[in-house]
């Protein structure tokens, strides 16, 4: 049995890069932004189900200087795109361009966390009070350690994938709840363990 104890569950919180999308390196231009194999079906089955989807991303490439509005958008757009292949969509996202260390391009003299980076968990709570969802009600699926960390703090359940990080990026020290191979086997999960 899935360890949340909400009656229904209604939200799966996806991490980007490496959980949707493959991750080579920094996501900076649409071509570089390719899907993993079954991502988009495994959303297209919790759109089914009728659990609403957010991406929960960190984008520090815009901290970089390596990564502009414009161009985030046009990559959003092909994650857009290639879900729409599989009739599947996701109902919003909510990104950190911060980095600690950088700003503007440019090296900060001191370091600056921001609440919003994970294992922040500003943007789980921006997404929970404007689409009125809890903690409680929530799965969030990820590949980084950061994404374990801001769930254990957020207090909902997490699912570890192996198609990214895998845990190994010493982000933070913290496990999820779950490890499954991908998005796939993540929602499979899900599925079998839900009413
Ligand atoms: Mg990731
Ligand atoms: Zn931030």
Same mark, same amino acid.
């Given at each position: ?18 959980? &949707?999308?493959?991750?080579?390196? #920094? ?23 009728? @659990? ?25 757009? =092909? ?22 260390? @950088? ?9 600056? #966390?921001?609440?919003?980076? =994970? #294992? ?20 969030? &699926? ?11 703090? @957020?207090?909902?359940?997490? &699912? ?10 010493? =982000?933070?020290?913290?496990? #999820?709840?779950?490890? =499954? ?15």
């Amino acid at each position: 049995m899935l360890k949340y104890t909400a009656k229904k569950l209604r939200v799966i919180l996806l991490d980007r890069d490496g959980v &949707i999308n493959q991750e080579p390196g #920094p996501i900076l231009t649409p071509e570089q932004f390719v899907m993993i194999p079954k991502s988009a079906a495994a959303v297209a089955r919790l759109n089914a189900k009728g @659990w609403q989807c957010f991406v929960i991303t960190n984008q520090a490439a815009f901290a970089r200087g390596d990564l502009s509005e414009t161009v985030f958008q046009t990559i959003t757009a =092909k994650m857009g795109s290639e879900l729409e292949k599989s009739g599947a969509h996701i109902d919003g996202q909510y990104y950190c361009p911060h980095h600690p260390d @950088w700003k503007n391009g440019q090296r900060r003299k001191e370091p600056k #966390p921001c609440a919003c980076r =994970k #294992p922040g968990t500003l943007l789980l709570e921006q997404a929970a009070a404007e689409h009125g969802f809890s903690a409680a009600e929530s799965v969030l &699926i990820g590949d980084s350690i950061g994404d374990f960390a801001a769930a254990a703090k @957020w207090g909902t359940c997490s &699912i570890g994938v192996r198609t990214g990080h895998a845990g190994q990026d010493g =982000k933070a020290s913290a496990e #999820p709840d779950y490890w =499954k191979a991908d998005l796939w086997d993540a929602v499979e999960f899900l599925l079998e363990n839900s009413s």
